[in-house]
């Protein structure tokens, strides 16, 4: 990748933007760009560097990036909105073509790394339900202020913040409270001395830690783990703006990343802001469980999408035949009758009890979780709260008139119907 059109290979120290910002270690890297910690020497403060390969489509790409994060720094000058802030941009020709590159708010970690870092064991629920609102605020702003739709939601593309100021003190400031450094990058064609100090430090760390597991038993890490956490503060920004859109002008059939895509864009049966409300949901499910929500496989008798619908059914109860088939694809995953055309037995596993079954959540933490996530995984696009109507649910403002017995009725009530076709799930 670091030919012709390709990333841009960046050593530390090197200088950007007439030597505005100089290089300190890579942040991170993704399919368009790789992202360096870079020291601004007009505002001594730290930023990220967003530096995009060079070809034609990963330029039009970032032109389109950078025009939306504008329209989101233009409207929120204070910088409040749990949403990506971009500084500065340009462009940086090297020995592979020209390179436009963003300058954005120096963020922290990862909450898929934070995930991992509980060795995929989900983080405490308040935690989650801290996480959540942030992302809420940020959806809500995007939505319903900008009529920006995300469209590639997950926790990859959600970074921690710290209240700490991070741009004047990065190592200070706890950002980056996770032991690993980033495995699997593209060698940036040089590796510095810095850097393979960071890895060998990392890896030092690392076998630290397994060797305290293994002392301990999982269990003890666990709890270990669990502390840490506990003493994050816990607050994250919205980032990755390489797909995002407005309403009014969409540009892709195909959105989303396939774990954290919704419904109807399988169907492509069209979308909108609630497209992110499902990834939104599927997030906060992996947050809490340290699972993936849905994991679909194509077999030799279906493919991956069909395997998906079955999944989102066997969690979620059988889609209603009206929006089954009203999407382009309909008919090929779907009968007239609206069932699925080559997975016919489907083995129910309601959320609630998937939390207290394999995640051993207690009752009222799985019925208050599951009570939040499903009308955000509501079949019909149309029924799924908004992120402000999320915002004001009482398993996020933290207010609640109702009592919890009359609660716990309710919600037994309201139970599964219609699903006495669907065989009760053993196992994944
Ligand atoms: P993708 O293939 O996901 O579209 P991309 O090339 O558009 O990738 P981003 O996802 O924006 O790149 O960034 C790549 C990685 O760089 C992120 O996953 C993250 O680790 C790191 N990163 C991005 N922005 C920041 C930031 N503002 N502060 C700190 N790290 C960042
Ligand atoms: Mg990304
Ligand atoms: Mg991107």
């Known amino acids: 990748s670091y030919r012709k059109g390709g990333y841009h290979a960046v050593r530390v120290g090197d200088q950007f933007a007439g030597g505005r910002y100089i290089a300190q270690r890579k942040l991170g890297w993704g399919q368009f760009s790789t992202v360096w910690l870079a020291y601004d020497t007009r505002t001594s403060t730290y930023v990220a560097l967003k530096i995009q390969k060079s070809a034609a489509q990963f330029a039009q ?22 949403v990506v802030h971009l500084i500065d941009h340009f462009k940086h020709t090297g020995p592979n073509g020209q390179h436009l590159c963003m300058v954005l708010e120096f963020l922290g970690d ?24 942030c992302i809420l605020i940020g959806l ?3 939505h319903r202020e900008l009529g920006i739709i995300h469209t590639d939601l997950k926790p990859e593309n959600i970074l921690l913040f710290s209240s700490i100021d991070a741009s004047k003190d990065p190592v200070r ?25 960071l890895k060998r430090r ?19 890490e666990a709890q270990k783990s669990e502390r840490n956490v506990e003493g994050i503060d816990v607050r994250c920004k919205i980032v990755d703006f390489g797909n995002a859109c407005w309403t009014d002008k969409r540009i892709a059939e195909e959105i989303q990343t396939r774990h954290y895509r919704a419904p109807e864009v399988i169907l492509q049966a069209g979308y909108s802001f609630s497209v992110d409300m499902w990834s939104f949901a599927c997030t906060a499910f992996e947050l809490a469980t340290g699972d993936m929500m849905f994991t679909p496989k194509g077999g030799q008798e279906f493919s991956e999408d069909e395997d998906h ?34 997975i016919r037995r489907l083995k129910f596993w309601p959320l609630d009890k998937l939390l207290i079954d394999r995640y051993k959540f207690s009752g009222n933490d799985a019925r208050e979780l599951s009570d939040f996530l499903l009308p955000l995984l509501d079949f019909a696009p149309e029924n799924r709260p908004t992120a402000q109507q999320c915002l004001q649910h009482p398993w996020i403002s933290g207010k609640d008139s109702t009592p919890r017995e009359k609660r716990n ?3 037994v009530e309201k139970g599964h119907v219609g699903m006495s076709n669907l065989r009760i799930k053993v196992g994944k």
């Open 61 to 82: 790409a970032a032109l389109h990036e950078i025009s939306v994060l504008s329209s989101i720094a233009d409207a929120d000058p204070s910088n409040s909105k749990c």
């Open 110 to 133: 990862s909450l898929l790394r934070l995930v991992r870092h509980t060795r995929y064991k989900g983080l405490p629920l308040n935690k989650v339900r801290e996480i959540c609102k």
């Open 140 to 142: 809500d702003y995007l």
């Open 173 to 197: 400031s706890g950002l980056s409270p996770i032991l690993e450094r980033p495995e699997g990058n593209p060698t940036s064609g040089v590796t510095s001395l810095i850097e393979k100090r």
């Open 202 to 220: 990392a890896r030092r760390a690392v076998a630290k830690i397994s060797e305290k597991r293994d002392s301990m038993g999982g269990a003890g």
């Open 309 to 342: 619908l079955a999944m989102m059914m066997e969690l979620l109860g059988k889609m209603p035949r009206r929006v089954a088939i009203c999407g382009a694809r309909s008919k090929d995953y779907f009968d007239r009758h609206g069932d699925l055309k080559r």
């Open 409 to 411: 009725e309710a919600s």
